[in-house]
């Protein structure tokens, strides 16, 4: 019945054995993660050149924002439906359709010239984005053992700052030596070339062949070869919906100090809108190497018992939730700064374990759409909720007020993850019987 043990990773191909099977995983990671970062930088390069686009067109900054609106609305509105659509028409060919599209609308985006044109192609980019980080995932976690689905997940999750990092970066110094347009440009031939190589390398045939399949927990079956799960498993499953909320919610803050770490600076440190913007951009590099260190330790520490997984998570959140609440109610100084860090370094350190336990509770046929679902759920918990909702508090308490209150959020967080190790071992059985019945090892 193809049981084993979640200690060792046992592929489905006989050749995983091979130093060509152990490699060519890490090409899909690597190419996928490449997309990854060019998916977010040419979402953020139009961050580095507002000031030019503001001088140019005489845009208004509600004109300005609704260039980086849109692109958030179709993430938010197409996720869903178009990691359903990618679990049922191919992975791969709907990652190179969506890379080719927001390649393309950021070339458009070079070209444009007005703020209508800049808008439909920014709405183009959006529509290209909308999936990709749910499928890219899914994608990346069918050809690795579970035992590393918190630090993929982690690693995965943590490009799209690292993206957002170098696309501004990157973005301002074009801007500055050559042009704005020639910033859209670079960041359109950089995606082109990238989904070249992936679609040169990746097929579903060599996907299927490295495929490392469903890994169930030792006291349940796997559902058989073959089967596709009904979507309606992605909502029905308890301890699902507990990885799901948890991780929406866990973000929330994460998403308050990508916002507001600038203006924290800018007015309680004195510090010159640059100058902030640099120290920002270290918060936002300790958010994302959070993730990725923060998975590497939740595979280590979940090695022999998966469930241990959920532990790690609600750890994070807790030193999050005590570091951020301490350091936003400290004067400004060495002692904020260093509890700040801190936090932010955990602060979306369960990303990859609620990733992990999300793929590890819902089957291989399904798991972009169940990965979108977590997108769904961290953006609307998280990444759009935590910083509109600190802005609204902070027009009546003072943004340090608001701050103070956003780590609270964390202690829901810890509640829905600590009733989703309650409900594991349930939704194990659940995930068994979508195709076997739960069958007992002795």
């Known amino acids: 019945m193809g049981l084993h043990t979640t200690s060792i990773a046992v592929p489905s191909a006989a050749a995983g054995s091979s130093t060509r099977s152990r490699i060519y995983p890490w090409i899909v990671f690597a190419l996928t993660f490449g997309l990854l970062l060019s998916d977010y930088m040419s979402r953020q390069v139009l961050s580095a050149v507002f000031p030019y686009l503001k001088s140019e067109w005489a845009l208004a900054d509600s004109e300005l924002a609704s260039l980086t609106s849109v692109v958030a609305l179709m993430v938010g509105l197409l996720t869903l439906p178009l990691s359903l659509l990618a679990d049922r028409w191919g992975r791969v060919k709907s990652l190179v359709l969506m890379a080719v599209l927001w390649s393309v609308a950021t070339l458009l985006c070079a070209v444009a010239g007005n703020y209508e044109q800049m808008l439909g192609a920014r709405f183009l980019v959006g529509v290209g984005e909308a999936a990709y980080g749910s499928v890219g995932i899914a994608l990346v976690l069918s050809v690795f053992a579970p035992r590393v689905h918190a630090t993929l997940s982690g690693a995965f999750m943590a490009g799209g700052s690292f993206g957002s990092v170098v696309g501004v970066a990157l973005g301002g110094l074009i801007a500055v030596h050559l042009s704005w347009r020639w910033s859209f440009a670079a960041m359109a031939v950089f995606g082109l070339i990238l989904v070249a190589l992936f679609r040169a390398l990746v097929s579903e045939r060599k996907l299927a062949r490295y495929s490392a399949g469903d890994d169930p927990e030792p006291s349940v079956a796997a559902p058989p070869e073959g089967f596709r799960a009904p979507v309606s498993s992605l909502f029905t499953n308890p301890a699902v919906l507990c990885a799901y909320a948890g991780g929406g919610l866990q973000m929330f803050t994460a998403a308050v100090l990508l916002s507001w770490t600038p ?169 068994a019987e979508l195709g076997a019945p739960a069958v007992p090892v002795r």
């Open 263 to 431: 203006s924290f600076f800018n007015r309680y440190y004195g510090l010159s809108p640059d100058k902030a913007a640099a120290a920002a951009a270290i918060v936002v590099l300790l958010v994302g190497s959070g993730m990725v260190v923060c998975g590497v330790i939740t595979d280590r520490v979940g090695r022999l018992d998966i469930a241990r997984k959920w532990t790690t998570a609600i750890v994070y959140c807790a030193i999050s939730l005590v570091s951020l609440t301490t350091a936003f109610h400290l004067e400004a100084g060495a002692a904020q700064l260093v509890l700040l860090g801190i936090g932010a370094f955990f602060s979306a350190g369960s990303s990859g374990p609620t990733a992990a336990m999300v793929a590890n509770l819902t089957h291989s046929s399904v798991r972009a759409s169940a990965m979108g679902t977590l997108t769904v759920a961290n953006n609307l918990l998280g990444l759009a909720l935590g910083p509109f909702v600190i802005g609204i508090l902070a027009d009546r308490l003072g943004l340090v007020g608001a701050l103070q209150l956003s780590p609270l959020v964390y202690a829901v967080a810890i509640a829905a993850l600590i009733a989703g190790k309650r409900l594991y071992p349930a939704g194990l059985r659940r995930f």
